[in-house]
Every structure is written in structure tokens, then in C-alpha cells.
């Protein structure tokens, strides 16, 4: 279960997360959170789930010199490489912290975003309850997530896929439909949603996609799982790395305000 197609070697969470901010389809829909985020200079603006700081200077631009940006996030690695990242942005501080209990008072911001982050939480429903709470009347929060109930990966063999999708679904990801789901969400804890943007891009270099989704290293775990023979993931990865290939899964910016 080896290639040279494809990556091994689990990266480092922060080359990881460069790497998507890096690609056409993250700097497009990155963007595409900024417009909708509609950041009015002066304005608080909080990047829950910071991680490394990626998106702080695009917001603390946005914000100008007389807005502020607060990052936050539960792992002090991250914390500590955005501060870095940041120490030539007065406007922009970093903090330590939990989603599902913000260390800010209420009405703090003005704007919110989170990113690829509420797959990850115990309780995204508890989590968006605490982002409203410190958001001012008026306030705007974006959040971008995918729905990996829709990752379609092609494959001659329909069943070696629906296990794959099947792994991903139930065991990989904590989640994993959550993008969907946001808008029922956010209006249960007392948003309204004005917006949902669809974003599939459709990927059709096998190299460039296991570079976002470490399909290997995914496969490897399905087999460890159950969800598919050591037989089943070689005849699985074989195709992948060797015929036509197409993939994709389908991005939600959800607008609540």
C-alpha cells in the first residue's frame, strides 16, 4: 500500500494548513469568507480556531488601523506560532481558549469567522450559543465547513468507495456532515442565516488531492478501522495513483447574523 503518487508522512498541522491557504481553492474561498464577512474598518473582528495565525493579517487589514482582531485557539502550539506570526501587527492579539467557553465578555465583536473548525468541536451547537453571546447586536458571523457525507471519489469498484466514504463519514471525522447542518444550527442558537454558498470543486489531479485529503494515509486507517481489506485499499489506492481521477466535496459558507 505504497506510491510514489502519493504523501506517507502525516505533515506538521501548520505546513498543512499554509499548504490549503495556499492553493486556488483556498485562496478562493478564503476570499470569498472575507467579502461575505464584510469587515467595516474599526471594526472587533475574532478568528475562532485561529490555528497558526493564516488568515489574522488578511482580517487585521480588512479592520485597518483602527480596527482590532482577536485569534483564538485551544492549542497553545498554534497560539504561540500566530503571536509570532503577528508581533508586527499591533491591532491583532492572540489568545488561549476554548469555543465552547470564549475568554471575552459579552457584545465584544463586531465579527466572527470560523474556519474548517466547528468538524472538530464536542458541540458545535453549544460552540455557535457562545460565539452569538459575544457578538454585539448586529454582528455578522462566517463560517466556512465541509460536508464529507458529499466527498465523492470515482472509482471502477462502487463498494471499495463507499467503504472508503463510509470511514471517513463515521470514524474520521468528528463532524463530518456538520456543513449542512450549520444553518439548522446557527438558527437553533439564534442566528438567522440570510446566506449558504455552496462552494464543490472538482479535483482531477490525484497528487494535488492527496496533498488536501492524505488519501494513503486515510486508506491505512479504514483498513486499520475495518472498513476495507489490506487486498481491498491496494486495489483501491492501484486505480487511484494509476487510472483517470476525479474528486470532489462540497464547501458551505454559511452567513448567520
Not at 495556499?22 to 475574532?46: H, I
Amino acid at each position: 500500500m505504497t506510491s510514489t503518487v502519493f504523501e506517507t508522512d502525516t505533515p506538521d498541522p501548520t505546513a498543512y494548513l499554509d499548504r490549503v491557504a495556499a492553493t486556488d481553492l483556498g485562496r478562493a474561498y478564503k476570499q470569498r469568507m472575507l467579502d461575505e464577512l464584510d469587515v467595516r474598518p474599526g471594526a472587533t473582528v475574532l478568528d475562532l480556531g485561529c490555528g497558526p495565525g493564516t488568515d489574522l493579517d488578511s482580517l487585521a487589514t480588512a479592520a485597518g488601523p483602527a480596527g482590532r482582531v482577536i485569534g483564538v485557539d485551544h492549542d497553545r502550539a498554534a497560539v504561540d506560532t500566530a503571536a509570532a506570526r503577528t508581533a508586527g501587527r499591533p491591532a491583532v492579539e492572540v489568545r488561549l481558549g476554548d469555543l465552547h467557553d470564549l475568554p471575552l465578555p459579552d457584545g465584544a465583536a463586531d465579527r466572527a469567522r470560523t474556519d474548517r473548525v466547528l468538524q472538530h468541536v464536542a458541540d458545535p451547537g453549544r460552540a455557535l450559543a457562545e460565539i452569538r453571546r459575544v457578538l454585539r447586536p448586529g454582528g455578522r458571523l462566517v463560517m466556512g465547513e465541509l460536508d464529507w457525507g458529499t466527498l465523492t471519489v470515482d472509482h471502477p469498484d462502487g463498494e471499495l468507495t463507499q467503504a472508503y466514504t463510509r470511514y471517513v463519514t463515521e470514524r474520521a471525522v468528528h463532524n463530518a456532515r456538520i456543513g449542512s447542518r450549520l444553518p439548522r444550527l446557527a438558527v437553533q442558537a439564534g442566528f438567522e442565516v440570510p446566506a449558504v454558498l455552496p462552494i464543490t470543486p472538482v479535483l482531477r489531479d490525484v497528487r494535488a488531492a492527496d496533498r488536501i485529503l492524505g488519501l494513503e494515509r486515510c486508506t491505512r486507517r479504514a483498513v486499520t478501522a475495518g472498513y476495507l481489506t489490506p487486498d481491498g485499499a491496494d486495489r483501491w489506492l492501484d486505480h487511484l495513483g494509476n487510472g483517470p481521477f476525479l474528486a470532489s466535496v462540497t464547501f458551505y459558507v454559511v452567513v448567520a447574523t
